[in-house]
């Protein structure tokens, strides 16, 4: 069970009245949970730990029970119903709270609400679980271009729990199975390197300096990219229960919002140059030569757009709800907007995926003419903001 109850109880208040009203208002959330009760000896243990304030006069037996609680860490999350001074209880804890420097919520208002709220916070607190111990490698270092697109390693450390691995392109290039020819056969051999980079370093995710291959080995690896970003990935004979990420160019902060969004999701997001912006009717296109093919309902083989070379993909996604998000490297500052993906375009004077998406704010596109962090976003299906606001608190 992901979610744990534990609750705090003045003893002046009836328990046979509360115990009727705590079964009404869990029952009424609709969510599944472990109660833990008066109990706080494994509090912090589960997925999500909620403190479930039943009654006023607790406020008491909270501060006695801090110093306990703060060995799991924050923030508190308070779940409180309209009965009993219930909300007035935590609204004092909170304070006392604030006053420590402590983090913490009350959660109140409809059941509805309350249950939304409740499965946010339950899927980044997974999130979270996923992302602490995973190994990032960087495969080539960044590219010459994305002067912007670097990382402050111990901040992704301490916040996230990333370690980012540096990999020379040699171990790529002396990976792949004999000759790399031209196109698909190709294409597939350094889809092949790159797996087993990916296994024998461990890693949950990578960047690749890609356009190195183009000189290399004269193809590319789009294809490798769109294939390994919709697998999972199992190391020896262990999944890594959340599949792999696979990014362009050495884009460090791409990766990382990649790695992100796949734990949140489950899906790694389509890592995309903005190409063109009309800042007043709020749409943008969006463009690379790879996309994950899990993400597509079709896709079409040519060749990378840049060189003219090797094996680009043109993804055609499912048209409908998609959210923008960019954090910066040193997870400072991070970009996330809703919009609509209107329809997939093949122009042939861009990358070789193409999105045409309108934002719900068309206010927000000055970010991209003003202060954009770096140059690549990721495309993400679905209307997530409220998953990458919140696991990025």
Not at 26 to 53: F, N, P
Not at 170 to 188: K, R
Not at 220 to 236: D, F, K, P, W, Y
Request: proline share 4%; with cysteine.
């Amino acid at each position: 069970m992901n979610i744990a109850i534990y609750t705090l109880t003045s003893q002046l208040h009836d328990e046979e009245a509360v115990a009727a009203s705590t079964r009404e208002f869990l029952s009424s959330l609709g969510i599944e949970y472990e109660m833990k009760g008066a109990d706080y000896a494994d509090y912090g243990q589960s997925v999500l730990s909620l403190i479930y304030v039943r009654t006023g006069g607790t406020e008491g037996i909270f501060k006695t029970l801090l110093p306990q609680l703060q060995k799991a860490g924050g923030p508190f999350y308070l779940l409180t119903s309209g009965t009993s001074n219930s909300l007035a209880a935590s609204m004092e804890i909170l304070s006392y709270l604030r006053q420590q420097g402590l983090q913490g919520e009350i959660l109140h208002g409809t059941a509805e609400y309350v249950r939304r709220r409740i499965d946010v916070l339950e899927r980044v607190a997974l999130a979270k679980r996923q992302l602490r111990g995973a190994r990032l490698g960087i495969i080539g270092q960044p590219s010459d271009w994305l002067i912007s697109s670097h990382a402050d390693r111990d901040e992704v450390r301490r916040r996230l729990g990333i370690e980012l691995i540096d990999i020379p392109m040699d171990e790529v290039l002396q990976a792949l199975p004999g000759e790399v020819e031209a196109g698909l056969p190709g294409a597939e051999k350094i889809y092949e390197a790159l797996k087993r980079v990916t296994e024998d370093n461990r890693l949950q995710g990578f960047t690749i300096r890609c356009f190195d291959l183009l000189s290399a080995v004269h193809n590319t690896g789009c294809l490798a990219l769109a294939r390994l970003n919709s697998q999972g990935l199992r190391v020896g004979e262990q999944s890594s229960g959340m599949g792999l990420v696979a990014g362009c160019e050495g884009d460090v902060p791409a990766m990382l919002s990649m790695m992100i969004v796949r734990s949140l999701t489950g899906v790694s997001g389509f890592q995309a140059n903005p190409a063109r912006i009309d800042p007043e009717q709020g749409e943008m296109t969006l463009a690379h030569c790879t996309i994950p093919l899990d993400m597509v309902e079709r896709y079409e083989l040519d060749t990378h757009f840049e060189s003219g070379i090797g094996v680009g993909i043109r993804g055609y996604m499912r048209e409908g709800d998609v959210t923008l998000f960019k954090v910066s490297g040193d997870l400072r500052r991070h970009f996330v907007a809703e919009g609509t993906l209107l329809r997939n375009e093949a122009r042939p004077n861009l990358c070789r995926t193409q999105q045409v998406i309108r934002l719900d704010d068309p206010s927000l596109m000055q970010y991209f003419l003003t202060d954009p962090i770096g140059n690549h976003h990721i495309v993400v299906p679905g209307h997530v903001k409220a998953l990458l606001t919140e696991i990025l608190k």
